[in-house]
């Protein structure tokens, strides 16, 4: 008898739970979640479909309510707080970029794979316990610290347009995409990050951008630092490279074929990608023995561009003249 009673007691109280009236202070919130429909793109189901959230038409939300959504779209619909938030504990993604945000307690949402909070006004950002996220985008923010250690199958990181001076990325193993510009970054450490495919760290402080272990890299956007070096010579995949104003001299891109094929077009339209606001005194390219035109220019009006081929030293001939001949493989100067 006193297990049944036990029984029914236990019942009672999930159902009480469950029933509980979510506190909710944010107008503006809690009528967008009050909008949501099968209709709006606001909440989703667990298949994917968007779905109505106050199911009782009780002008609530129920604790039992808010288990149902997957996730939620707030984009954009001036929200101060987003207190309540932690009730929705299945949410996976949480799109609430561009309100006014000052701070968003997330610690409940251990389920949580992607968040974009971008274009609020964060100051701190908690993600300790979102252990699953796989996707942040946190631009455009107020955030001096960001603490990434914990979220080690984070594959997409945005965190541009804040006031970081130090961003810790060892942790950080599977990260693919990765966008820090217009930070306070003084150094950047990315030897753990071997799968890093595209890289932008434009408008920072760095002296330093060590890429030897980022051998996947397929873009590089790094202008406006305080380079003096950069050594692409392991980043053979590299097919996209901006590095202006920086205090560079040298710049060798002739590990690169496919930044290589690219490079006429990148030198005659001013080299703003590459030269700008740097002090070049020599570039060396790798380019296809049949690109004659782009040899031609290169040879005449930009001597100061070290070429060789990719196509073994068999026929250098192209290389060494000004006029060269491809049908008759004859220099004719």
Same mark, same amino acid.
């Given at each position: 008898?006193?297990?049944?009673?036990?029984?029914?007691?236990?019942?009672?109280?999930?159902?009480?739970?469950?029933? /509980?009236?979510?506190?909710?202070?944010?107008?503006?919130?809690?009528?967008?979640?009050?909008?949501?429909?099968? #209709?709006?793109?606001?909440?989703?189901?667990?298949?994917?479909?968007?779905?109505?959230?106050?199911?009782?038409?009780?002008?609530?939300? /129920?604790?039992?309510?808010?288990?149902?959504?997957?996730?939620?779209?707030?984009?954009?619909?001036?929200?101060?707080?987003?207190?309540?938030?932690?009730?929705?504990?299945?949410? #996976?993604?949480?799109?609430?970029? /561009?309100?006014?945000?000052?701070?968003?307690?997330?610690?409940?949402?251990?389920?949580?794979?992607?968040?974009?909070?971008?274009?609020?006004?964060? #100051?701190?950002?908690?993600?300790?316990?979102?252990?699953?996220?796989?996707?942040?985008?946190?631009?455009?923010?107020?955030?001096?610290?960001?603490?990434?250690?914990?979220?080690?199958?984070?594959?997409?990181?945005?965190?541009?347009?804040?006031?970081?001076?130090?961003?810790?990325?060892?942790?950080?193993?599977?990260?693919?995409?990765?966008?820090?510009?217009?930070?306070?970054?003084?150094?950047?450490?990315?030897?753990?990050?071997?799968?890093?495919?595209?890289?932008?760290?434009?408008?920072?402080?760095?002296?330093?951008?060590?890429?030897?272990?980022?051998?996947?890299?397929?873009?590089?956007?790094?202008?406006?630092?305080?380079?003096?070096?950069?050594?692409?010579?392991?980043?053979?995949?590299?097919?996209?490279? /901006?590095?202006?104003?920086?205090?560079?001299?040298?710049?060798?891109?002739?590990?690169?074929?496919?930044?290589?094929?690219?490079?006429?077009?990148?030198?005659?339209?001013?080299?703003?990608?590459?030269?700008?606001?740097?002090?070049?005194?020599?570039?060396?390219?790798?380019?296809?023995?049949?690109?004659?035109?782009?040899?031609?220019?290169?040879?005449?009006?930009?001597?100061?561009?070290?070429?060789?081929?990719?196509?073994?030293?068999?026929?250098?001939?192209?290389?060494?003249?000004?006029?060269?001949?491809?049908?008759?493989?004859?220099?004719?100067?």
């Amino acid at each position: 008898m006193t297990k049944f009673y036990y029984s029914v007691f236990i019942l009672i109280a999930f159902i009480k739970v469950n029933a /509980q009236t979510i506190t909710i202070p944010d107008v503006k919130f809690k009528r967008k979640l009050l909008e949501a429909n099968d #209709t709006l793109r606001i909440a989703y189901g667990f298949d994917g479909k968007p779905i109505k959230i106050d199911l009782n038409n009780d002008e609530n939300i /129920q604790v039992s309510e808010a288990l149902a959504v997957y996730k939620l779209e707030m984009r954009n619909s001036e929200i101060s707080s987003l207190e309540g938030i932690e009730n929705f504990k299945n949410l #996976t993604i949480l799109y609430c970029d /561009q309100n006014q945000l000052e701070d968003i307690d997330i610690k409940g949402l251990t389920k949580l794979k992607e968040l974009d909070c971008e274009r609020n006004k964060l #100051t701190k950002l908690d993600i300790g316990n979102n252990a699953d996220l796989i996707g942040l985008d946190c631009s455009d923010n107020q955030l001096p610290i960001l603490d990434i250690s914990k979220n080690t199958v984070l594959t997409m990181l945005d965190c541009s347009n804040n006031k970081i001076s130090n961003l810790n990325t060892a942790k950080n193993v599977s990260l693919t995409r990765f966008w820090c510009n217009s930070n306070q970054l003084a150094g950047l450490d990315l030897s753990k990050n071997l799968h890093l495919n595209e890289l932008e760290c434009n408008k920072n402080q760095l002296t330093n951008l060590d890429l030897s272990k980022n051998v996947s890299l397929t873009r590089v956007f790094c202008c406006a630092n305080l380079l003096t070096a950069l050594d692409l010579s392991k980043n053979i995949e590299l097919s996209k490279l /901006q590095c202006s104003s920086n205090k560079l001299k040298t710049l060798d891109i002739s590990s690169s074929k496919k930044i290589s094929s690219n490079i006429l077009s990148i030198i005659k339209n001013g080299v703003g990608s590459l030269e700008n606001n740097n002090d070049l005194a020599l570039i060396k390219i790798n380019i296809a023995i049949q690109k004659f035109d782009e040899i031609k220019y290169l040879k005449t009006e930009r001597p100061d561009v070290v070429i060789s081929t990719y196509e073994g030293s068999g026929n250098d001939l192209a290389v060494k003249c000004i006029n060269y001949n491809p049908t008759t493989n004859t220099c004719i100067n």
